[in-house]
């Protein structure tokens, strides 16, 4: 019996939130919602992306590397460019992947808005066939946990072999939701539907899935490829329990 077919919905979905409502697709508040964003509210949206990646590299600098300093960035789930802006102005090259086109053309608008000419953007599959080289730091924020598991483990998996020794990984994932503590964050099973899902309409938005992952797969992903040590960060999304993972490659 064949395995079955990877679920590639999710990335039709956020082409989707790519077309219709970009912004609040990657920060699920109202402001941010694309009938309504002001430039005051856009302009908070990006200086969120400025404060996270200045303490991203706080954190690193004191716990991994006092002396960091990335000449190139890879951003997986580069989104709108919330983040590739604030490495702009960090590293020399910066590369963005998304899998959603409308991301990307929205990415590359607000990158040349705000002159952040070193920016490159390609278009994501599980593969990364697009990428080429090493990266000095491989970023990735709130993306993991819209990708279905099993892809993203894969990917995870992938993004290791662009790490160059001595460079740096910071990756976000959910491993837990506060809404099932009875089971200490862990869904229990579903019953099997009785009847057929129906189907959605067409004014509601576009599906976004909140995945929670296994992290002693991702742990043994990490040691297997040499990793001695790891730093965490615990973060909490309105209950989306997850972890920042940062380690450096040997």
């Given amino acids: 019996m064949s395995a079955p077919s990877p ?11 790519g077309r219709r409502d970009p912004y609040f697709a990657v920060q699920t508040d109202p402001r941010f919602r694309l009938t309504s964003i002001t430039q005051e509210a856009k302009r908070y949206f990006f200086e969120t992306g400025q404060w996270e990646v200045g303490q991203l590299m706080r954190i690193i600098r004191q716990h991994i590397d006092p002396d960091f300093s990335p000449r190139t960035v890879l951003d997986f789930g580069c989104g709108v460019g919330r983040s590739l802006i ?16 409308s991301m990307l053309r929205e990415a590359r608008r607000n990158c040349d808005e705000r002159k952040a000419s070193n920016v490159k953007l390609l278009l994501c599959d599980d593969a990364l ?3 080429t080289g090493t990266f000095d730091l491989i970023h990735s924020y709130i993306t993991f946990q819209h ?7 894969a990917i ?14 910071a990756l976000h994932v959910t ?16 019953p099997p539907p009785t009847q057929p899902a129906l189907a959605r309409p067409s004014s509601s938005d576009p599906e976004m899935q909140m995945n929670s992952y296994m992290l002693n797969e991702l742990f043994f992903l990490m040691q297997s490829r040499g990793v001695k040590r790891f ?6 999304h309105s209950g989306e329990l997850g972890v920042f993972l940062l380690f450096q490659a040997t």
């Fill in 86 to 101: 604030p490495f702009s102005d960090l590293a020399r090259e910066v590369v963005g992947l998304d899998v959603s086109p």
């Fill in 147 to 153: 990708i279905p598991p099993d892809r993203g483990r």
């Fill in 156 to 169: 995870f998996c992938h993004l290791l072999d662009y790490l160059a020794p001595g460079s740096v990984a």
């Fill in 231 to 236: 730093h965490t960060e615990f973060t909490d």
């Fill in 7 to 17: 679920d590639f919905g999710t990335d039709q979905e956020w082409e989707e939130w």
């Fill in 129 to 131: 066939s697009s990428l």
């Fill in 175 to 190: 491993y837990a939701k506060m809404h099932f503590a009875a089971s200490h964050g862990v869904a229990p099973p579903s």
